[in-house]
């Protein structure tokens, strides 16, 4: 089938609109009519360079749809149902699949198409990688029935698309990677759309004081919106200072969620005793982290956070219900929607600071 995608051809380069074509299903596999894709730093992050990926590719890693056809072997979905496709599809059997870390899955291969078969995704006799194991900025996506999960039909799609990526990694960071406890103290590095869906997860956790922390204060006043009780900007004060003032004391969790260095030592210094920091920014390789080992000694801790430790297929599900009950804002997350054509428009107001996210939507 031909589709139009954004096709990545180039780092540093505008991404252009072409046609390509969508293989037909294999028996595990699921072909989904794209509704709508959150546009995401780590896409931005790859047009930089930034994350390397093989090219050429089609971006987009937080898309929702609805399912056009099924392989033979497919049991989670069916011809016109509403899913939401993550990038941490699982295998299911592997040691950390099996412990009920799928985000952790250590055989992703074992869901992708095998050596000798025809691509995905391709352009005459070029192959297309699809980005993430999804390529989202597309009309259609060909998926592994693990990288889809099957949603209530009420829930509109371009709303539904964020929980793809950035609500599950930022709420999940809060609920499942930290488990930040009622009455704690949070402080949250960076107010972008992860950032947002941190402070959100906390509000939802019961946090008694989340403090947004961001260098344009445009973000901060978005972020007070979402859930933040107070907003630093680094420009004019301490950061570190300033949330342990705040805090009489330190934060019980902190977040980084912009992916540099000194964040994550600031969000370290930040904690309160037996206080926990969270990385949950992509750090770029290459670049390290300095941290004064006396701090070890008030039992702090750092932790590691891929995806917000989703389980996708329960996770979803769960936040939609919370999107339902007015407890999840997907809705004030959405600052903009914009055709296919728009992504590069997309990428620009990202980098500008002007959007939490924009959502392309297809016809
Ligand atoms: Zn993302
Ligand atoms: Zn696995």
């Given at each position: ?49 930034g ?138 590095f960076g ?22 922390i961001?260098l ?18 680094p ?21 980084e969620v912009v992916g540099l260095p000194k964040l994550l030592e600031q969000a ?11 990385l949950?920014g992509a750090i770029a390789?290459?670049q390290?982290v ?74």
């Open positions: 089938m031909k589709i139009k995608a954004a096709v990545m051809r180039e780092v540093n380069r505008p991404v252009s609109i072409e046609d390509v074509d969508v293989a037909a299903p294999g028996p595990d596999e699921v072909l989904v009519k794209t509704v709508a894709c959150g546009v995401c730093h780590s896409d931005l992050h790859t047009v930089h360079g994350i390397a990926a093989p090219l050429p590719t089609v971006l987009g890693h937080e898309p929702a749809g609805i399912v056009l056809e099924v392989g033979e072997r497919v049991r989670n979905v069916a011809p016109g149902d509403h899913v939401i496709a993550c990038t941490s599809m699982f295998c299911g059997a592997c040691p950390q699949c099996v412990q009920g870390w799928p985000h952790l899955c250590t055989d992703r291969g074992a869901c992708r198409r095998g050596e000798g078969e025809a691509p995905r995704l391709s352009r005459g006799s070029e192959l297309i990688h699809p980005y993430a194991d999804l390529a989202g900025f597309a009309e259609a996506m060909l998926l592994h029935s693990r990288a889809v999960v099957k949603i209530d039909k009420d829930i509109p799609l371009d709303r539904a698309a964020l929980v793809g990526c950035a609500v599950t990694t930022g709420v999940g960071a809060a609920l499942n990677s930290a488990q930040v406890t009622p009455g704690s103290t949070v402080a949250v107010a972008g759309g992860v950032g947002i869906s941190v402070i959100q997860g906390a509000r939802i956790a019961g946090a008694r004081q989340i403090i947004a961001d344009n204060d445009a973000k901060l006043a978005t972020a007070l919106k979402f859930g933040a009780t107070d907003t630093i900007n420009a004019n004060a301490d950061p570190v200072k300033t949330v342990k003032k705040m805090t009489r004391g330190g934060a019980d969790f902190a977040f370290f210094y930040c904690l309160a005793p037996r206080g926990t920091a969270v949950v390789s290459g390290s300095t941290l004064n080992p006396g701090h070890f000694f008030q039992e702090k801790r750092i932790i590691g956070c891929m995806m917000g430790s989703n389980r996708f297929t329960v996770d979803a599900p769960h936040y939609l219900d919370l999107y339902r009950q007015g407890r999840l804002d997907l809705d004030s997350m959405v600052t903009r929607t914009a055709p296919l054509e728009g992504l590069n428009e997309a990428f620009r107001a990202m980098e500008a600071g002007e959007v939490t996210r924009t959502v392309l939507t297809f016809n």
